[in-house]
């Protein structure tokens, strides 16, 4: 069964880390790129990063650039995302979600169709 | 950025209806839109994708159109099952960007 397991979520205070973990079974992890989303509380879906199978190309929504991180070990079929100076705003479901290869100009990231059940970030003090 | 304007934000409905939901980009992303289903407390499901195929497993009520700018959700005989938020996403250009989301309530 093709599944993902995100895990590390919590209750951070302003200014505070956390490291997110998705843990990806029952498909070729390498093969695919990866996505990171997330949903405040009450609001809409907001895409926050993705990651080239082999980590050689990462792209970042505005608001977390050089806050969050986004990573993956092939060897243990996981994806990571690193926060950093976490702010209130950050308070969400974070769900990790696989991305199907599209052709635009290159190949990239394209719809999402496989996605865990999400983990939660609560940023306060 | 690519901005996304999906409307309605709300839709009452009832079993057996058809409706529709509009999603409309800021500038033209040719087919590379899907649109997804969530549910309260669920993660979200993938249910076209190019803008006009069906995802596998999704019931053939459910079915996309457009190109460009201008693009449909379509259910043609909405089930109770269907009662839930729908979401278009764009896949062109980074960063990608979702719509509002659509709710669709019991009327």
């Known amino acids: 069964e093709v599944q993902l397991v995100e895990s590390g979520g919590g209750l951070v205070q302003p200014g505070g880390s956390l490291r997110l973990s998705c843990a990806a079974s029952?498909?070729?992890?390498?093969?695919?790129?990866m996505s990171w989303v997330r949903q405040a509380p009450g609001k809409g879906l907001e895409w926050v990063a993705n990651i080239k199978q082999d980590g050689s190309e990462k792209y970042y929504v505005d608001s977390v650039k050089g806050r969050f991180t986004i990573s993956r070990d092939n060897a243990k079929n996981s994806l990571y995302l690193q926060m950093n100076s976490l702010r209130a705003e950050d308070t969400a479901v974070y769900y990790c979600?696989?991305?199907?290869?599209?052709?635009?100009?290159?190949?990239?990231?394209?719809?999402?169709?496989?996605w865990g059940k999400g983990t939660t970030v609560t940023v306060s003090s | 950025v690519i901005w996304m304007t999906q409307s309605p934000s709300l839709l009452s409905a009832s079993t057996g209806d058809r409706v529709t939901i509009s999603c409309r980009m800021s500038q033209g992303i040719s087919s590379y839109l899907a649109w997804y289903q969530q549910k309260p407390g669920k993660a979200p499901e993938l249910l076209i994708y190019a803008a006009s195929t069906l995802q596998s497993g999704v019931p053939s009520r459910f079915s996309g159109s457009g190109s460009g700018t201008d693009f449909t959700l379509t259910i043609s005989c909405l089930q109770s099952e269907d009662f839930a938020t729908y979401y278009c996403q764009q896949y062109y250009s980074f960063p990608r960007t979702f719509g509002q989301g659509t709710k669709v309530e019991i009327k």
């Open positions: 979600a696989r991305a199907r290869v599209v052709v635009v100009v290159n190949p990239t990231a394209g719809y999402m169709d496989v």
């Open positions: 029952g498909f070729t992890f390498s093969s695919y790129w």
